[in-house]
């Protein structure tokens, strides 16, 4: 039978921490019939100031499934799971907030997602069960969900649930976990990353026992930063290459809108245009520059996890081969385009309040040829390196495996 370690982190939680205990000591029964033999509840204290440690272990004394683990000092949300984590015995390992928000009916459900092949199930309070958080947590929590699913290129309703089981033998993979509360989403982001199935399973949501600890706009934060850079580590270039994408087409907007400008017989430049015609420059070359970053980035996680490449924004290459692939000769084209431009505006011999614009065209074409040049250079030795890495390992495999 499989069994499960269910964790409690708790702090300060002396009304609602023994209705929670006698809940999930509760789904014994129908965890049993799901085929799911409960291993061991673990309730870690996280140096509570109150009665939480003492009412746990009053009930521990009547049933020998519970444990109480007390922590010295207070290590945060995450710190006190993460020790729950480290003392699990069962094969599943799930866990709930000490608050009473979470049902803990539910976990049979999560459960037999877990037994059908889920490495990490997420109780989701966004799916469409009943749910009675506040507005501004809904809209924060549908925002970085939308955002994970963004750059995790997988549907997610609920980043940040607290309820949760997966398997034991994933913690090496989802690791490090940070020691706040953003412990969850960044789970949620790695396990997206390392390629592992994920599934959810609606849940209702209450409202907590006393007073939230979370604090919407620290909290927020936190979890978008931690969103963002654990997304990082394994995909540079979904980052910023969405932001290098924005800057080249903010660029190629201002363009247009000149060009329809032209064609409407508009020739004077005021302020206004003059200035919208630099910060197209500015973007074009920023954009570029922010897309082969994050390009060149990705070569790095390669190298540094000995794995294949992340190809492109959208899941799969669209080009192939690759687009960075393409910058050797993209870079030398604008290039010499850049060059040309220039140099015929010069033989011109015309006004210079009729020649800065097209020098500004030719500056921006010669730039962005020269970043585009230098970073297919260095894409092509990252990449050489990386096949290295790779065969390297492939070859020690075969020969000593």
Same mark, same amino acid.
């Given at each position: 039978m499989t069994t499960l370690s269910i964790v409690i982190p708790a702090y300060n939680e002396e009304n609602g921490i023994a209705d929670i205990i006698l809940r999930v000591l509760g789904v014994e029964g129908e965890l049993a019939t799901a085929g799911i033999g409960l291993q061991e509840l673990l309730v870690i204290d996280d140096a509570s100031r109150d009665q939480t440690a003492q009412i746990a272990e009053d009930i521990a004394q009547q049933n020998p499934r519970l444990r109480v683990i007390r922590h010295a000092k207070n290590q945060g949300y995450g710190g006190a799971l993460k020790t729950g984590f480290s003392q699990a015995q069962g094969d599943l390992v799930g866990f709930l907030d000490a608050d009473g928000t979470y049902p803990p009916e539910y976990f049979p459900h999560l459960c037999q997602k877990a037994i059908e092949g889920a490495d990490l199930v997420i109780g989701s309070r966004m799916a469409g069960a009943e749910s009675q958080m506040p507005v501004t947590r809904r809209v924060g929590n549908f925002f970085f969900a939308s955002l994970l699913s963004i750059l995790g290129r997988q549907r997610v309703t609920d980043s940040a649930s607290g309820m949760r089981i997966f398997s034991r033998g994933i913690l090496e993979q989802i690791s490090p976990l940070p020691n706040g509360l953003n412990l969850t989403p960044v789970m949620s982001t790695r396990a +997206?990353?390392?390629? +592992?199935?994920?599934?959810?399973? *609606?849940? *209702?949501?209450?409202?907590? !026992?006393?007073?939230?600890?979370?604090?919407?706009?620290?909290? %927020? =934060? !936190?979890? +978008?930063?931690?969103?963002?850079? =654990?997304?990082?580590?394994?995909? *540079?270039?979904?980052?910023? %290459?969405l932001l290098g994408l924005g800057g080249i087409a903010l660029s190629g907007l201002v363009a247009m809108s000149l060009l329809f400008a032209r064609l409407q017989g508009i020739t004077t430049l005021n302020p206004w245009v003059t200035a919208a015609l630099f910060l197209a420059l500015v973007s074009a070359t920023v954009g570029v520059s922010l897309f082969s970053m994050g390009a060149t980035f990705n070569y790095l996680v390669a190298i540094f996890y000995k794995r294949p490449i992340r190809q492109?924004?959208? %899941?799969?290459?669209?080009?192939?081969p690759p687009l960075d692939y393409q910058f050797g000769w993209m870079g030398i084209v604008l290039l010499v385009l850049g060059l040309i431009m220039g140099a015929f505006v010069l033989l011109q011999g015309w006004e210079v309040a009729r020649l800065w614009l097209y020098l500004l065209g030719s500056a921006t074409l010669v730039l962005i040829g020269i970043q585009l040049s230098i970073s297919w250079l260095l894409m092509r030795v990252l990449d050489e390196l990386s096949k290295r890495e790779m065969q390297v390992k492939k070859g020690l495999g075969n020969n000593y495996g």
């Open positions: +997206l990353h390392e390629s +592992l199935k994920v599934a959810e399973v *609606p849940i *209702p949501y209450c409202e907590r !026992v006393g007073r939230s600890k979370l604090s919407v706009i620290h909290d %927020g =934060t !936190v979890f +978008l930063q931690s969103i963002v850079w =654990t997304v990082m580590m394994y995909n *540079p270039v979904r980052i910023f %290459g492109g924004l959208f %899941g799969k290459p669209i080009f192939k």
